[in-house]
């Protein structure tokens, strides 16, 4: 069975997929599109972050309904919301201020995953998921500060590498909560066999 803390990655699997699908999609038009002006992709970029953020607010409604918690999908979900909103309603404002938001927010989701990985579970796998996409987050956070007019693309790549890892993520955790699931049923049938076999022995003991 898989040893997972009622954290975060504990989510709904199903939340990562829907994120990976998307953080894939969006990568891959920010990074291979060289047809889009700037602002376009920006733009694109802007609707990847609300998006986020209102899967982020069904996160925490199903979380909060699971009594597993909901104050961290809340606080991603506000993140996502005001990053997007502050690219969106500065379209016309200097690169460099753009820049400067997806860079930090980059960095610092890289820094929230690898915490996450390192803290919220035991399982090596889906601690190697989160602290690899932690890692490369944190790293493309630094790349994209320093990258110039290019910072979008190498935005692209970090979304990709973010939405390939919750796939992952998704579809692994679905596996161990099957996993799960069927371990406590066959615990169960075996505690009521060892009853039922305690109960014939009292049943003769006492003939």
């Known amino acids: ?5 009622r954290k975060y990655i ?12 998307i953080a894939v999609l969006i990568g891959g038009f920010a990074l291979f599109d060289m047809r889009r002006s700037f602002d376009s992709m920006l733009t694109t970029v802007g609707i990847f972050l609300l998006s986020f ?12 309904h699971e009594k597993s918690g909901w104050a961290v999908s809340v606080a991603l979900a506000v993140v996502d919301a ?3 909103l502050a690219l969106l309603f500065t379209l016309g404002q200097d690169t460099a201020w ?15 995953e690898i915490v996450s990985g390192f803290r919220a579970t035991v399982d090596p796998t889906d601690r190697f998921t989160w602290v690899f996409s ?4 944190a790293v493309m956070g630094i790349v994209i500060f320093n990258s110039g007019e290019f910072f979008v693309r190498f935005f ?7 939405g390939t890892c919750s796939l992952f993520y998704g579809v692994h955790n679905r ?18 066999k060892t009853r039922k076999k305690s109960g014939k022995k009292l049943a003769k003991r006492a003939k």
């Open 134 to 137: 932690g890692i490369f987050g």
């Open 1 to 5: 069975m898989a040893h997972i803390n």
């Open 82 to 84: 005001v990053i997007a």
């Open 98 to 112: 753009h820049l400067y938001i997806i860079a930090i927010y980059t960095f610092l989701r890289g820094f929230f």
């Open 156 to 162: 692209g790549v970090y979304l990709l590498i973010l």
């Open 53 to 64: 953020s209102i899967i982020e607010f069904i996160n925490a409604l199903f979380r909060a």
């Open 10 to 21: 504990d989510s709904h699997w199903l939340i990562f997929v829907v994120k990976g699908l």
């Open 175 to 192: 596996a161990q909560k099957l996993e799960d699931r069927v371990a406590r049923k066959e615990a169960a049938t075996l505690a009521a």
